[in-house]
């Protein structure tokens, strides 16, 4: 995998709505302009230290609808969707990794290593091109970023 750099239209969309998500007092996670099917989306993603409802995505839309409405940005048609970052969101950007250590993570690999492809444990280390995780059997492996498909917090939930 490979740290996420915005895109044009992305990193525009972000200067613009990161007041709006200061002010009411959530964190931008990430910003995604992307084509599926016939449709564009884009996505803004929000995070508070005390989770993210409906009303917050309800409260951040409104005033980030109103500004795209003003400013217009962006050439073709699109769907606005502000969501949650989610339990289990994906860490994609430098700041994710640093901000998520101690936290426990999934990692999955492209191609096994060392016979294995998939690690749960502790962010332990993160330096921009690898990531420490300490794992239940008290072993801890560092992975390179261009390894691995994904690195995303985990939660185990029981039913």
Same mark, same amino acid.
């Not at 613009?16 to 599926?36: R, T």
């Not at 409906?54 to 409260?59: F, L, N, R, S, W």
């Given at each position: &995998?490979?740290?996420?750099?915005? =895109?044009?239209?992305?990193?525009? *969309?972000?200067? &613009? $709505? /990161?007041?709006?998500?200061?002010?009411?007092?959530?964190?931008?996670? #990430? +910003?995604?302009?992307?084509?599926?099917? @016939?449709?564009?989306?884009?996505? *803004?993603?929000?995070?508070?230290?005390?989770?993210?409802?409906? #009303? #917050?995505?309800?409260?951040?839309?409104?005033? +980030?609808?109103?500004?795209?409405?003003?400013?217009?940005?962006?050439? !073709?048609?699109?769907?606005?969707? +502000?969501?949650? @970052?989610? %339990?289990?969101?994906?860490?994609? !950007? =430098?700041?994710?990794?640093?901000?998520?250590?101690?936290? $426990? $993570?999934?990692?999955? @690999?492209?191609?096994p290593i060392d016979g294995e492809k998939e690690w749960i444990g502790t962010l332990t280390a993160f330096d921009g091109e690898n990531v420490s995780i300490a794992t239940d059997d008290e072993?801890? $492996? !560092? %992975?390179?970023?261009?390894? /691995?498909?994904? +690195?995303? /917090?985990? *939660?185990?939930? @029981?039913?």
């Amino acid at each position: &995998m490979k740290l996420k750099k915005f =895109g044009g239209t992305e990193k525009l *969309v972000y200067e &613009m $709505v /990161l007041p709006i998500a200061e002010e009411l007092g959530f964190e931008i996670w #990430d +910003v995604s302009f992307e084509k599926e099917g @016939a449709y564009w989306y884009l996505r *803004v993603f929000i995070d508070h230290e005390n989770g993210i409802t409906i #009303d #917050d995505c309800e409260t951040m839309t409104r005033p +980030v609808n109103k500004i795209l409405d003003e400013k217009d940005p962006i050439a !073709q048609n699109y769907i606005l969707e +502000v969501g949650s @970052a989610g %339990l289990e969101r994906a860490l994609c !950007q =430098g700041w994710h990794f640093e901000s998520s250590i101690g936290e $426990v $993570v999934k990692a999955h @690999a492209i191609r096994p290593i060392d016979g294995e492809k998939e690690w749960i444990g502790t962010l332990t280390a993160f330096d921009g091109e690898n990531v420490s995780i300490a794992t239940d059997d008290e072993k801890t $492996v !560092q %992975l390179r970023l261009s390894d /691995l498909s994904y +690195v995303k /917090l985990y *939660v185990e939930i @029981a039913f």
